[in-house]
Nanobody
């Protein structure tokens, strides 16, 4: 019904760059409210990295401001450009889709991708 797929993770040295992509699809998606990137590092809780609303408003965690940029090709395909990477950025990065499944209610649904590993060598 809903599919969220991330790509673009990998291994990089400090100061390097990576670009993540996320694509959402599925007939159950009536309207996308927001998409975003979250991450979970070793021994840490999952945390927000960056989000983008349907209207294009972006939000960033303080730890990535000025280094990461969230963008989109269209409302169901987003990217995360990560520059000046640090070892603390090492984590599994998850894409989250927040959507409405019908035009009659305001019930929101969240759907997560499987995650993509980003490793920044110390």
């Amino acid at each position: 019904q809903v599919r969220v797929v991330e790509s673009g993770g990998g291994l990089v040295r400090p100061g390097g760059s990576l670009r993540l992509s996320c694509s959402a699809s599925g007939g159950a998606i009536f309207s996308v409210k927001e998409m975003g990137w979250y991450r979970q590092g070793p021994g840490k809780q999952r945390e927000l990295v960056a989000t983008i609303t349907r209207g294009g408003t972006t939000t960033y965690a303080n730890s990535v401001k000025g280094r990461f940029t969230i963008s989109r090709d269209n409302v169901k395909n987003i990217n995360l450009q990560m520059n000046s990477l640090k070892p603390d950025d090492t984590a599994v990065y998850y894409c989250k889709l927040n959507f409405y499944s019908d035009p009659w209610t305001e019930d929101e649904n969240d759907y997560w991708g499987q995650g993509t590993q980003v490793t920044v060598l110390p």
